[in-house]
């Protein structure tokens, strides 16, 4: 198994730039979650998703859209980058909580830079 | 909202020495994880604590679920090289966060051969 696969591992974009984030698992997971990484801050929840269908906004949504049409995929789009989303972006998966063997699977993450 | 305090930041030891960390919540947790990240990878699951009380060991790794349910401890012993990295602590409490892990701000471990 793959777990949790994200695309591209490292990109620099233009201030006003737009991309996606690719993220897909084959786990199998209902759960899904983007989190950014900024030196010495941990980990700040962007968007999650409980299943195919249904996205709601974490502590940081600001400047970020994400969509979950299949249980695999859940991309996380930035419309009009700016220097401040400069950090290194994770995809995680799970299954429910509650659910035994609970826990994240994190990808290996995005390493953005707008500059 | 719920806040996880994980204490120490950073730890300087040598090889050989035994190391500890903990985390505390300003609320109650039904989960506590804790999460190794290498540099340039994605955190990766050490071990999963789901009682209070709970004590379990992943090699020279040993966490505990506090009893009061806030808070919880990652011993290391005899530290190696490749021990070295971010540890993260995450809890949950299903009714109070959705689902979603509140992680720490992570310890960063360097370890002196």
């Known amino acids: 198994n793959a777990g949790v696969t994200q695309t591209p591992k490292f990109r620099i974009l233009k201030i006003g730039q737009s991309m996606t984030l690719q993220c897909t698992q084959d786990m199998n997971h209902n759960y899904m979650y983007w989190y950014r990484q900024d030196p010495g801050m941990g980990l700040k929840l962007i968007y999650y998703?409980?299943?195919?269908?249904?996205?709601d906004k974490g502590e940081v949504p600001n400047g970020y859209n994400v969509s979950r049409s299949t249980t695999e995929d859940f991309p996380l789009r930035l419309e009009l980058a700016a220097p401040s989303q400069t950090s290194v972006y994770f995809c995680?998966?799970?299954?429910?909580?509650?659910?035994?063997?609970?826990?994240?699977?994190f990808g290996s993450g995005t390493r953005l830079t707008v500059v | 909202g719920q806040q996880l305090n994980q204490s120490p930041q950073s730890m300087f030891i040598q090889e050989g020495e035994d190391v500890s960390m903990n985390c505390t919540s300003s609320s109650i947790f039904n989960t506590w994880l804790w999460y190794k990240q290498d540099p340039g990878e994605g955190p990766v699951l050490l071990i999963a604590l789901y009682k209070a009380g709970e004590l379990t060991s992943n090699g020279r790794l040993t966490a505990q679920f506090g009893i009061t349910r806030k808070d919880s401890f990652l011993n290391i012993s005899a530290s190696i090289p490749s021990d070295v990295g971010i540890y993260f602590c995450a809890g949950m409490n299903y009714g109070g966060s959705q689902g979603n892990l509140i992680f720490g701000k992570g310890t960063k471990l360097s370890v002196k051969p």
């Open positions: 998703s409980v299943g195919a269908g249904i996205t």
């Open positions: 995680a998966s799970s299954y429910s909580p509650g659910s035994i063997s609970y826990g994240y699977t």
